[in-house]
């Protein structure tokens, strides 16, 4: 006689490669497999969960078991709904905010009206919608940017030209100095829109690349840099394998996280106690740009200094904004559009005290 367990485990066993929690039950609610995700939220041994009903760990499962039965039934595909979900071996101790999808089964491992259940903490969803549209706006912004820089650029020569004929035609001094100011705010505009556009001019030179290598050249750039009052602290992980991508092209995207940092640390640092720390880390089951992957990396670049104005926070990463004065708001949105060149992406988390960038990159 085949084991039921071994049995169920086969025949879903994909979803524990999930890190959203999964579980497969009657319409009932006898649960009939839950994923690793599940366990290890609910902190039991899958066996422990699937003997009992899951409606049962739920709050208030009312609202669960009405859609439960609903898509049971056929009289809808899915349903979502908010819930909070009792965790630990006493249900009662903790509640953790979950968003709820319910969903339809093919009859699988013999069981006919099976319902997916899928769960995903509010935090966890929060900040999937968050990097979603902030990939969205950020593709969208360095689309028009590029395009707006190139038709800055075209008029610009001429404008320079005229400006040196016309230095040539006039004797007055005074005027030739207007024409000057014409050429110098003409090559400014120029240096500008070189930099909106650095990031699409090169081709990728792409090889084996090591992100602990790249930390220790920008922590060597900027304490050259700043000498005195500041501390780049090292927190690296050193499991993480090399892997490929445009080893120039990320030092650039990791020194200007790191430079926009130490520029925001200016009062600490005369004070001599500000602090930038490299953090590297292993991520599984990492979603990017709308991918799934395995294993990625996470570089944190982070540091103790007055944080990011909340009125800008969400924009960032769009050029020309800036919470610094004379910043020209480009660094950042350069190491984003970099990161996603390597199919990752960058976010920040910030508050008075303690300011995060994380960049996240997949691994092979």
């Excluded at 927190?235 to 990320?250: K, M, N, T």
């Excluded at 599984?284 to 200094?305: C, F, I, M, P, Y």
């Amino acid at each position: 006689m085949i084991d039921i367990h071994k049995r169920e485990v086969a025949d879903f066993g994909a979803f524990d490669t999930l890190a959203t929690m999964v579980a497969v039950i009657q319409p009932s609610g006898e649960c009939l497999f839950a994923n690793t995700a599940f366990e290890n939220v609910l902190r039991l041994s899958r066996r422990a969960v699937q003997r009992g009903n899951l409606l049962d760990w739920f709050a208030d499962s009312a609202s669960l078991t009405d859609a439960v039965a609903g898509v049971a039934r056929n009289a809808y595909s899915s349903s979502r709904l908010e819930a909070q979900l009792r965790c630990g071996a006493r249900p009662h101790e903790e509640l953790l905010p979950v968003h709820v999808i319910v969903s339809q089964m093919e009859q699988a491992g013999g069981h006919s009206g099976a319902v997916l259940v899928e769960l995903i903490e509010n935090a966890q969803q929060t900040r999937q919608d968050r990097e979603e549209r902030t990939l969205d706006q950020v593709q969208a912004t360095k689309e028009l940017t590029r395009n707006l820089a190139h038709e800055i650029k075209n008029p610009l020569g001429g404008i320079r030209g005229a400006a040196q004929l016309l230095a040539m035609e006039l004797d007055d001094p005074e005027m030739n100095e207007y024409t000057q100011v014409i050429i110098h705010e003409v090559d400014r505009l120029q240096s500008l829109v070189d930099r909106l556009l650095a990031p699409h001019r090169h081709a990728q030179v792409v090889g084996d690349v090591n992100i602990h290598e790249i930390c220790e050249r920008v922590r060597m750039i900027i304490m050259a840099e700043y000498p005195r009052g500041l501390t780049v602290e090292r927190d690296y992980d050193a499991s993480l394998p090399d892997f490929r991508g445009d080893r120039e092209q990320l030092i650039q995207a990791v020194l200007n996280i790191v430079q926009n940092a130490a520029q925001a640390l200016h009062a600490r640092i005369a004070a001599g106690d500000a602090v930038i720390v490299l953090r590297t880390r292993v991520a599984r089951q990492v979603t990017l740009s709308k991918q799934r992957w395995r294993l990625a990396l996470e570089l944190h670049v982070e540091d103790n200094g007055p944080g990011v104005p909340v009125e800008i926070l969400d924009r960032i990463f769009y050029p020309l904004v800036s919470g610094r004065d004379g910043g020209t708001g480009l660094g950042l949105t350069l190491a984003q559009t970099i990161a996603q060149q390597h199919q990752g992406m960058i976010d920040c988390e910030s508050e008075p005290g303690r300011t995060d960038f994380r960049m996240t990159l997949p691994l092979p």
